[in-house]
């Protein structure tokens, strides 16, 4: 046996150092990566769970690493000569974590507008870019009502931030059937705010109870005014799952207003000749789309 050959202990170790020295790297490029873009605002929900998954990762093998490297760590932190005695890059680390973690911590400049730069600097591309534009969330009313199944897609402009949107059911004659979609509330913002998110998040929006006045042509059709959704219309487009009494032929109608412009939207459903429908309004500035297919 070769005297100078590594042991197999020796051989495990060093492949248990390699392990957690990859994973580490790995962990940090993840990191690094979703830090960015969450620096920048761009948070869809995939990037926040892995930026939260590889950071519990990191610091999992991290303490494996500390743990493995302990020896080197005193030496680079304490002169053991003459006395252990703590060595300067230590103080100096110390000190700048200490100064960020402060700065940060208490909004001091240039912390805070740095903190926030990234944000800033994407604010408008979020507002009129993609990520908002295709980010849908699911929601579903008249659940209690035996019928036809309807399903809505609203896709609003990039310029659209709170919408008000109510959508109901009238006979050909232009009677007033049912309520398909009508919100509780509207969302009132802080004056000047208009990162909509950012405003959400931050507890800095209000919720206050529709008035039927923001749309006054469902509250002159409209002989039931009960709203049946108990929230304000998602800021974010949506997917409307729905039931209806209506049978044969019957219109739909959708009024949304943003600010002070109002669209209506409509198509007249006929379950004998499709089961998709486009609704359309004369100018079509405030929903890029408004489909409505039967289930």
Do not use: C
């Amino acid at each position: 046996m070769d005297m100078f050959a590594p042991s197999n202990k020796y051989l495990h170790h060093m492949k248990k150092k390699n392990i957690i020295s990859l994973t580490i790297a790995f962990a940090f490029l993840s990191i690094a990566i979703t830090g960015l873009l969450l620096y920048f605002a761009i948070k869809p929900g995939p990037v926040t769970a892995i930026h939260v998954a590889f950071g519990l990762l990191f610091i999992g093998f991290a303490i494996f690493h500390i743990k493995n490297n302990w020896a080197s760590i005193k030496v680079y932190s304490t002169q053991q000569k003459g006395g252990s005695r703590i060595k300067k890059e230590l103080l100096v680390a110390v000190v700048v974590s200490l100064i960020l973690l402060a700065g940060v911590g208490f909004g001091i400049p240039p912390f805070n507008e740095i903190q926030h730069a990234g944000e800033e600097l994407t604010k408008g591309e979020r507002r009129e870019g993609s990520a908002d534009r295709t980010m849908f969330v699911k929601i579903a009313t008249n659940e209690n009502i035996k019928g036809s199944h309807l399903n809505f897609i609203i896709e609003k402009n990039d310029t659209v931030l709170t919408p008000v949107i109510a959508i109901w059911v009238e006979d050909t004659a232009g009677n007033f059937m049912q309520n398909l979609f009508v919100p509780a509330s509207t969302i009132a913002l802080p004056e000047g705010e208009t990162n909509v998110r950012e405003a959400i998040e931050e507890g800095e929006a209000t919720n206050v109870n529709l008035d039927p006045a923001l749309l006054p042509q469902w509250a002159a059709k409209a002989s039931d005014k009960t709203a049946n959704f108990n929230n304000a219309t998602p800021t974010d487009n949506f997917f409307l799952n729905t039931n209806t009494s209506a049978t044969a032929v019957y219109n739909v109608f959708l009024l949304v207003r943003s600010g002070n412009t109002q669209e209506t939207y409509f198509a007249t459903i006929d379950a004998s000749k499709s089961n998709a429908f486009v609704l359309r309004a004369p100018k079509e500035t405030l929903l890029n789309k408004a489909i409505l297919t039967l289930k």
